[in-house]
């Protein structure tokens, strides 16, 4: 399971994904098709899933994850 469909299934379905960010589901799509979800909703589909799906798991290209000193 990728962290977009992690996501979706916390937050119950692409639909009500959607409507909580304010965009289409057919863009949450597109996000599951392509494996990639846009930089700018990646903090908060961090924040609706209450950190379960973190910036790291969504964009690791972006958000590297974090190494202990």
Wanted: charge should be positive; aromatic fraction near 2%.
């Amino acid at each position: 399971m990728s962290a977009i469909e992690k996501a979706i299934s916390i937050v119950g379905s692409q639909s009500e994904l959607a409507q909580k960010l304010g965009i289409t589901p057919q863009a949450v799509q597109q996000w599951v098709a392509s494996g990639c979800v846009p930089v700018r909703r990646v903090i908060a589909i961090e924040s609706l899933t209450g950190g379960q799906v973190t910036r790291h798991e969504l964009r690791p290209d972006i958000y590297p994850k974090e190494v202990a000193a």
